[in-house]
């Protein structure tokens, strides 16, 4: 399992070669352009060479035993078959799951992990899912199917704030991942439901998307905490054992960039 690259290493040097010969970037972008390239390649093989192995089903964390495909439709799958996905939510969604929510709100499903975990952890509750890519609405119904929670699930392209509303008098959490679109979607000026929901919301701070204005917006309706990525342990995960340990930390790896979430309790009754 030491030459995880194989074949593909031609196809990842001409796109090296053609980065290096671009005119319109300076040296630093394309050192760092190569850098993400050769670091995404590796990732990838580390991911085909370690997915037998999971039989695809989650190893551990809060959604042990789900069975899930393969197929990403955005990001990472390796972390979410090991458990180690997003660890530092975990004690966070074991209690979202042993509450007693009706409604489940994923803002951002991808392939469904979340929404098809918590629609598995909370059999009274309903889950409605939305993302704006079709790939990703198909897997989550895919996900949901594999695992006998479809009739519980209600998948939609696109949440606007107005369709907050709706769910205004029920127990309600929110799970939001939109790359950026958070800072427009969840404002509680412009959809007041949102004052009595509980979130996670993963953050991605930019041009004019500000953290802490963001949190300030839920200061009076909400008990709020800013919550930071942290490492990872590569030798905490007995599948990843026959990895080398550089492996093993890129079978881990989620992210590139740093997003924190918002932890949003809210203090205002249903």
Not at 80 to 105: P, Q, W
């Amino acid at each position: 399992m030491s030459d995880l690259i194989g074949g593909g290493n031609i196809h990842l040097l001409r796109h090296l070669i053609e980065t290096l010969a671009r005119t319109d970037l300076g040296t630093m972008d394309k050192l760092q352009a190569v850098y993400k390239m050769s670091l995404a390649h590796r990732m990838s093989a580390v991911g085909y060479a370690i997915a037998p192995l999971l039989e695809e089903v989650v190893a551990s964390g809060p959604f042990a035993g789900m069975s899930y495909a393969l197929a990403a439709s955005e990001g990472c799958i390796i972390p979410k078959l090991v458990g180690s996905y997003e660890a530092e939510l975990h004690d966070d969604l074991r209690i979202v799951a042993a509450s007693n929510y009706e409604t489940v709100l994923n803002i951002g499903c991808a392939e469904g992990y979340y929404a098809v975990g918590f629609a598995r952890a909370m059999p009274m509750a309903t889950v409605h899912a939305w993302d704006v890519d079709e790939t990703a609405r198909r897997r989550t119904m895919e996900n949901a199917e594999r695992n006998g929670v479809s009739g519980r699930m209600i998948i939609s392209d696109k949440v606007k704030p107005t369709h907050f509303a709706q769910f205004d008098g029920q127990r309600v959490f929110v799970l939001c991942d939109i790359e950026g679109a958070e800072f427009e979607l969840l404002n509680p000026e412009i959809a007041p439901a949102l004052r009595k929901f509980d979130m996670i919301v993963e953050l991605h701070p930019g041009s004019g998307r500000d953290i802490e204005l963001f949190i300030k917006r839920f200061e009076a309706s909400h008990d709020t905490e800013l919550r930071r990525p942290t490492l990872r342990d590569p030798n905490a995960y007995e599948v990843l054992a026959r990895l080398p340990l550089f492996d093993r930390v890129l079978a881990l790896t989620e992210r590139l960039e740093e997003t924190p979430w918002a932890i949003l309790k809210s203090k205002v009754d249903c």
